[in-house]
């Protein structure tokens, strides 16, 4: 039997990386509290969101549906930066990262009827110096406010001042498709 894929996620990063993989998928969202408690380790964040954006998905999957749902977090020194709240606060994470090395993780949930599985993929990420006037060019020309850590890896700040990726590329923009196209590959006819 074919399986259809549900991508549970707004982000067109997300959706062209499993296009580009050769799956299709339809795109349903859902408004998913997505705080936290403060007192869970920063790289069990971003799995345990991917699981509640899937839980509320169960009740109203067939049993044909792949529920695909991800969530990513920029972590330095422990701390979590989440996308920006504003133009300052871009101003403020970009400074920290700023010839640094951070963690991307993404924690993805599969989930069919029968079973559901989850995992974290980690990138290191090596930033140049990031000049002030750098700074404010990129959050002028890219906007990049809906994004983790203030930053896309495939726009201006990626292509310009990544020094270093150890790790998966596209975990970095949101979806670590070597360990997703894995996971789906159970399911055949799904692409």
Known sequence: MDKKIILGSKSPRRSELLSQAGFTCTIRTNNTDESFDCNLPVLEVAETLAKRKSDDFKDT???EDIVITADSVVIL???IYNKPSDYDDGVRILRQLSGRTHIVATGVCIRTTKETESFTVLTHVTFDEILADEIHYYLETCEPFDKAGAYGIQDWLGLCK???????YSNVMGLPMCEVYHALSKYKGNR
């Open 61 to 63: 999957m067939s049993d």
């Open 162 to 168: 990544v020094v270093k990726i150890e790790g998966s």
């Open 77 to 79: 020194d422990n701390i």
